[in-house]
């Protein structure tokens, strides 16, 4: 009969009542809630990604918005292709694991590993350039909270976190409401512009300050680092062809539909906000100085005004901009688990958790992120030289590998599929390369360092994994040797309800019991001397079993394992090729704040008698549950035992 779950109010309240494996497809998720789970990255790259290239165009003065449309229609370009490119790749391999799935099956596993750890870095990335950029938004709405970005930026994450280990569906619901509340938002302010200019109502902004007077002139080195630093808005459209499996059926049409939506409503914003700017003077000020706001807040403020509807979209955009890290909490563990199916990672990061997330790798997307905003302080321009690189290297690899891919599989309309993802690679080969250049002394380097680092944790993970599997690997019918009689050694402190347990157990082991008291000068040896004698040995031999002795051993130090471990070697000496059972009593107690109480010094006496390193050693604890309130009276009788070969 199954054992009923005890429950937890506090962490049922906190997570959420465990999920059953069987109800899996209800956190399957479908286009709506896909938006907001899968689309929040790349459509929060609309409020900073313009912002990245009008900082870079700051020193051109009023030219700069001018030319931010040209940089926008190029990296849409770009986009459209990426995006092309992955509906194919969602197409071809549903299963997920995008870019590392088609790159290691296509390219080979250093290919796939490249494009592992390229994802990953940019996940981690996101999550930190998302919170912080919320953070700036909501700083931009007021500025007394300036001194707190840092405290704000890791509560967020912390929320983000909590709200992810309830699960997809849960993290669905939650993010579907500010994720369209910040498209009806946008699209209001882009609406509402473009109509006032088409009528000749465009008032270009005065406040914070008009564009400063022209410091350099247009060359083609800062039209190509503006466009390297507004490339940002492509992030996140990889994440979909990451997670087809947690679309419902049919997936791949889901997934595919899903993606169409966030590319479509990703361009209009793009396009919308360059026009806009241009329109409005609007350009970056300096991030983290006293009169900063965000290129959005000025923005919504010379179409709307600062009036309610400003302080709304603003609410919207910290919504949307802080949530966006959710595209990593749905993308980075599933890649995780793809990688630690193959040993490259621990197991752990495939397991699903109480509300069947992968909580093992949500909560090490959070670790490593609440790192990068201690670094850079909660500061997104200090963390946008990193950003897009690994997400234009997964792209990169994504596309070369579905190239051979349409070679090996020459299907239906293949030589355009081909031509597609062929053009694609090329093109965002060239968008890393000049990325990679431009943004190299500024930061950009640190990339191609923590890539090839990640690349080694990887490779040595799994040559740990398949170093263990051939050495422990069998192939060879079972040796059994003639049998030969055991060894117990039980170690007592006192005579107690749990040396009686373990000894009754170590009596039915062996008829060869040893007890063994390491003298450190903490009991009376006397005292338990007499105890043996008058409740062991003497009802023993009066029932005509074999009594064990019980052995003194000096501990001079006062430590209990090195004397028992050399007390082993000599009964090991004296008994060759017979097997030693160390029968360990524990006391146990259920209540977590109780068993503090007392201690863990048979876990730790466990733990160095399984090092020890001697085979021929054989480690079996017996528990004695201590009685709490409510519980029922504790037995003497032994249970099944957990034992350690």
Same mark, same amino acid.
């Given at each position: ?25 209800? /956190? ?31 020193? +051109? ?29 969602? $197409? ?72 992810? =280990? ?72 990889? %994440?979909?062809?990451? $997670? ?5 059926? !049919?997936? @791949? ?19 919308? @906000? ?25 923005? @919504? $403020? ?5 009036? &309610? ?28 688990? #793809? ?22 790798? @949500? ?22 030289? +990193?950003?897009?690189?690994?997400? +234009? ?6 596309? %070369?590998?579905? #190239? ?7 299907? /239906? ?49 799994? %040559? ?12 060879? !019918? ?9 060894? %117990? ?26 007890? #063994? ?53 000599? &009964?090991?000496?004296?008994? !060759? ?12 107690? $259920? ?19 399984? =090092? ?19 519980? !029922? ?13």
């Amino acid at each position: 009969m199954p054992r009923r779950r005890e429950g937890n109010g506090f962490v049922d309240l906190l997570l959420g009542r465990p999920l059953t494996s069987a109800q899996a497809m209800q /956190e399957k998720t479908g286009v709506l809630t896909g938006v907001a789970l899968l689309g929040l990255d790349a459509l929060s790259s609309a409020a900073y990604g313009p912002e990245a290239a009008l900082t870079v165009l700051r020193p +051109l003065g009023p030219a700069g918005p001018w030319l931010l449309m040209p940089i926008m229609a190029a990296i849409v370009g770009l986009l459209m292709v990426v995006a092309g490119s992955y509906a194919q790749t969602i $197409a071809a391999y549903p299963s997920g694991g995008g870019a590392y799935t088609v790159a290691r099956e296509n390219l080979g596993q250093g290919a796939g590993l490249l494009a592992a750890t390229a994802l990953m870095l940019d996940y981690m990335l996101n999550v930190a350039v998302g919170i912080s950029a919320g953070t700036g938004a909501l700083v931009s709405a007021f500025p007394s909270l300036r001194p707190h970005v840092l405290p704000i930026a890791l509560g967020i994450l912390a929320l983000l976190t909590l709200v992810n =280990l309830r699960g997809v569906s849960e993290a669905g619901a939650v993010f579907v409401v500010p994720t369209w509340f910040f498209i009806g938002s946008l699209t209001t302010v882009l609406v509402v512009g473009l109509y006032k200019l088409l009528i000749g109502q465009v008032t270009p902004i005065q406040a914070p300050p008009p564009l400063a007077l022209p410091t350099a002139s247009v060359g083609a080195w800062l039209v190509i680092r503006a466009f390297a630093s507004g490339c940002t808005a492509m992030t996140g459209v990889e %994440a979909i062809s990451n $997670a087809v499996p947690i679309f419902r059926d !049919p997936a @791949i049409r889901r997934a595919r539909l899903t993606l169409g939506v966030i590319v479509g409503i990703l361009v209009t914003m793009l396009l919308g @906000i360059a026009l806009l700017c241009r329109a409005y003077g609007v350009g970056a000020t300096v991030p983290g100085s006293a009169g900063y706001q965000t290129v959005l807040s000025q923005l @919504i $403020a010379a179409v709307m005004g600062r009036g &309610l509807f400003y302080y709304v979209a603003m609410a919207a955009i910290l919504c949307v901009l802080a949530l966006s890290a959710n595209t990593s909490y749905a993308g980075f563990p599933l890649v995780c688990q #793809v990688l630690a199916r193959e040993r490259y990672l621990p197991p752990g990061f495939a397991h699903r958790g109480r509300r069947l997330a992968l909580s093992r790798g @949500i909560l090490t997307l959070s670790g490593l992120a609440a790192l990068l905003l201690l670094a850079c302080r909660g500061i997104t321009d200090r963390l946008i030289p +990193l950003f897009a690189i690994g997400a +234009l290297m997964a792209f990169t690899l994504s596309q %070369a590998g579905m #190239v051979v891919h349409w070679n090996r599989h020459r299907g /239906e309309g293949w030589q355009w599929r081909r031509a597609l993802n062929g053009f694609g690679a090329m093109m965002t080969a060239l968008t890393l390369v000049i990325v990679g250049v431009s943004k190299f002394t500024h930061g950009g380097w640190a990339a191609f360092v923590i890539v090839p680092l990640g690349i080694l944790l990887l490779t040595r993970v799994h %040559a740990a994994y398949v170093r263990t599997r051939r050495n422990t690997e069998l192939r060879r !019918p079972v040796q059994l040797a003639p049998a030969s009689p055991m060894v %117990a050694v039980l170690p007592v402190d006192r005579w107690s309800h749990a040396s009686e347990t373990a000894l009754r157990f170590a009596l039915e082991l062996s008829d060869d019991v040893r007890a #063994v008291h390491i003298c450190s000068g903490d009991t009376d040896e006397k005292e338990l001397d007499s105890h043996w004698q008058h409740f062991v040995q003497g009802p023993l031999m009066e029932a005509g079993r074999r009594p064990p002795p019980l052995v003194h051993v000096s501990s001079p130090y006062r430590a209990l394992v090195w004397p028992l471990l050399d007390y082993l070697d000599s &009964l090991l000496a004296e008994a !060759p090729g017979r097997t030693v059972a160390i029968v360990l009593p524990e006391l146990l107690e $259920a209540r977590w704040y109780r068993a503090m109480l007392y201690g863990r010094r048979s876990e730790l006496m466990r733990s160095a008698l399984l =090092l020890s390193g001697e085979r021929r050693l054989v480690v079996v604890s017996v528990p004695w549950y201590l009685r709490s309130a409510g519980q !029922p009276a504790p037995h003497s009788a032994w249970t099944a035992p957990d034992a350690h070969p």
